[in-house]
Antibody, heavy 121, light 107 residues
Framework: EVQLVESGGGLVQPGGSLRLSCAAS????????MDWVRQAPGKGLEWVGRTANKAASYTTEYAASVKGRFTISRDDSKNSLYLQMNSLKTEDTAVYYC????????????WGKGTTVTVSS | DIQMTQSPSSLSASVGDRVTITCRAS??????LGWFQQKPGKAPKRLIYAASSLQSGVPSRFSGSVSGTEFTLTISSLQPEDFATYYCLQYNSYPYTFGQGTKLEIK
């Protein structure tokens, strides 16, 4: 079964750091680009960023709201995706989803169930 | 950044109705657009990719179309399980951007 499972969410104070993980199974993790998408309470979806695959040199792209504070990485040997979040703000409070697949093709589009990050003092 | 203007923000309809949801891109994005359905407490589920291609396993009552920079999701005959929130996403250029969402409610 194709699956993504996020972990690492929790409560953190403003200015703090948190690292989210996403464990993949059921597909060749090293192939697709991988994304993080978040959803603040009662709000819409926001694309956070993505990492490319090895063939594209693991390049990363980010939303302006997180650029310079968040870092996306992957470890293909561990079938894992990561989101390092630094200098957290209250507005970063959200459910964070990892997502894998191909945007332009129907071959795969898999999402995790999400992990909740709460930034509050 | 490309802005995606989605309308309406909410919609009340009955089982069996035909409904349309629209997203307008602030600039040309070719056909680089997907439509997603999200139910409360669940992850999004892709319905349409490349503006008009149906994701495998998605019922054929869902369809997508495009005219210039205006993209439309149509549900031909609403079923009870279709009441949810719908989002478009452009993946033509970074940063990728979602529409604001359309909450489809039972009339």
């Amino acid at each position: 079964e194709v699956q993504l499972v996020e972990s690492g969410g929790g409560l953190v104070q403003p200015g703090g750091s948190l690292r989210l993980s996403c464990a993949a199974s059921g597909f060749t993790f090293s192939d697709p680009y991988m994304d993080w998408v978040r959803q603040a309470p009662g709000k819409g979806l926001e694309w956070v960023g993505r990492t490319a695959n090895k063939a594209a040199s693991y390049t990363t792209e980010y939303a302006a709201s997180v650029k310079g504070r968040f870092t996306i990485s992957r470890d293909d040997s561990k079938n894992s995706l990561y989101l390092q979040m630094n200098s957290l703000k209250t507005e970063d409070t959200a459910v964070y989803y990892c997502r894998g697949g191909y945007w332009s093709s129907g071959s795969m589009d898999v999402w995790g169930k999400g992990t909740t990050v709460t930034v509050s003092s | 950044d490309i802005q995606m203007t989605q309308s309406p923000s909410s919609l009340s309809a009955s089982v069996g109705d035909r409904v349309t949801i629209t997203c307008r891109a602030s600039q040309g994005i070719r056909n680089d657009l997907g439509w997603f359905q999200q139910k409360p407490g669940k992850a999004p589920k892709r319905l349409i990719y490349a503006a008009s291609s149906l994701q495998s396993g998605v019922p054929s009552r869902f369809s997508g179309s495009v005219s210039g920079t205006e993209f439309t999701l149509t549900i031909s005959s609403l079923q009870p399980e279709d009441f949810a929130t719908y989002y478009c996403l452009q993946y033509n250029s970074y940063p990728y951007t979602f529409g604001q969402g359309t909450k489809l409610e039972i009339k």
